[in-house]
């Protein structure tokens, strides 16, 4: 059910919310549709919004999904570089999927290159968080291993390849690529690794900047406890920075490296050494991460219903049933260029290329 149907229904959960009982239809106010996975809804004269999921993009159960949410909420908050949290709307027959009632944040996407200092100084700040005990870091994820965490996606991913009619061309630099990280994990499994509380997604469209220049993070769905390379590498790729049309940038060597050494000077020192030889690795992976997604959701958006031999459907949904069509055309346009040989070359240019950023890692 579109979010604009079902507004009578989130009324009334809102109005059971303490505060908010005379709030009324023509205050609730859709916003352009710009995700995949939630609707926003601002409450108009409360700088609050309700952020409701279309669907759970870890596959979980609602209530579960919702939890989670939250939860990335509450614990980045505390970096001063997210909205903070006013309730939950929990899952129930008009509302299935729950809601978060979460700050309106004031401010405007970034410009790319100028705000890289802005976005770089964001993640520092949530990297920098006391990380907590094994046992307190629940319900978020806790990639102890976050290669293997990594590869795990994407291998879950790559089972999609087959079927995603890629060039042979494409298909060549992918397996490469795939081979690469295959011996790597191999290589790596057991080494220690930095590890703090991440944010996952952080394509530039997710943040916002506030009026004092601050980056403010928006998305808060996939947050974990991993390694914050991942952060730093989703940031800057390519299929990063050209993915929202309103933050667009083909960023340069140079660029990048820059993004990286402003972030290595403002997180603590300790932190920055040991992150250091993982930077270029985690950047490849990253990139993977991200590319078996766009095969992944070209092979769904095939088949009926999400029905297909790789996934039984659940709460995890990328049918165009579940989005407008405009947004799924975009969708189908980035995927078609990052699938295609020639933007794999370009990517990883990146670390085979010259110049190159193992010049600088």
């Not at 609730?28 to 609707?39: I, N, R, S, T």
């Not at 100084?121 to 006391?130: D, Q, T």
């Not at 999400?306 to 407008?324: I, L």
Request: negative net charge; aromatic residues 6%.
């Amino acid at each position: 059910m579109s979010v604009i149907a079902n507004l009578p229904a989130l009324l009334l959960k809102l109005q059971e919310i303490d505060g908010f009982e005379g709030t009324s239809l023509e205050q609730l106010e859709p916003l352009e549709v710009k995700g995949l996975a939630h609707d926003h809804v601002e409450v108009l004269g409360r700088d609050l919004l309700l952020r409701v999921p279309k669907q759970s993009q870890f596959a979980m159960a609602a209530a579960e999904n919702l939890n989670y949410q939250a939860a990335c909420f509450r614990r980045v908050r505390k970096s001063g570089h997210a909205p903070g949290l006013e309730a939950v709307i929990e899952p129930c027959e008009s509302v299935p999927m729950g809601a978060l009632l979460v700050e309106r944040i004031n401010g405007r996407a970034p410009s790319l290159p100028k705000d890289l200092g802005a976005l770089a100084e964001c993640m520092a700040r949530v990297h920098a968080l006391p990380l907590p005990e094994s046992e307190q870091r629940s319900p978020l994820e806790d990639h102890r291993d976050p290669i293997a965490g990594a590869m795990k996606e994407i291998e879950q991913q790559a089972l999609f390849l087959d079927d995603a009619a890629l060039s042979a061309e494409a298909r060549q630099e992918l397996d490469a690529e795939l081979a690469w990280a295959r011996a790597f994990a191999l290589k790596s499994d057991g080494r220690p690794q930095p590890l703090t509380l991440v944010l996952t997604d952080t394509h530039p469209g997710n943040f916002l900047i506030d009026q004092k220049g601050r980056a403010i993070i928006v998305d808060l769905e996939k947050a974990l406890y991993g390694s914050p390379g991942t952060d730093l590498a989703h940031a800057t790729i390519y299929s990063s920075t050209t993915w929202d049309t309103d933050v667009y940038a083909d960023l340069s060597i140079d660029e990048v490296s820059a993004f990286y050494q402003r972030y290595l000077e403002t997180v603590p020192e300790e932190l920055a050494e040991a992150l250091h030889p993982w930077l270029l690795p985690l950047r490849r992976i990253t990139m993977l991460r991200a590319i078996t997604w766009c095969a992944k959701w070209r092979v769904l958006q095939s088949h009926k219903k999400t029905e297909n031999k790789h996934a039984a459907q659940s709460t995890e949904d990328w049918s165009a049933d579940n989005n407008t069509a405009d947004l799924v055309a975009h969708v189908a346009g980035r995927v078609d260029e990052y699938l295609e040989a020639k933007t794999l070359q370009r990517m990883r240019a990146e670390w085979l290329g010259t110049p190159s950023l193992a010049d600088f890692f």
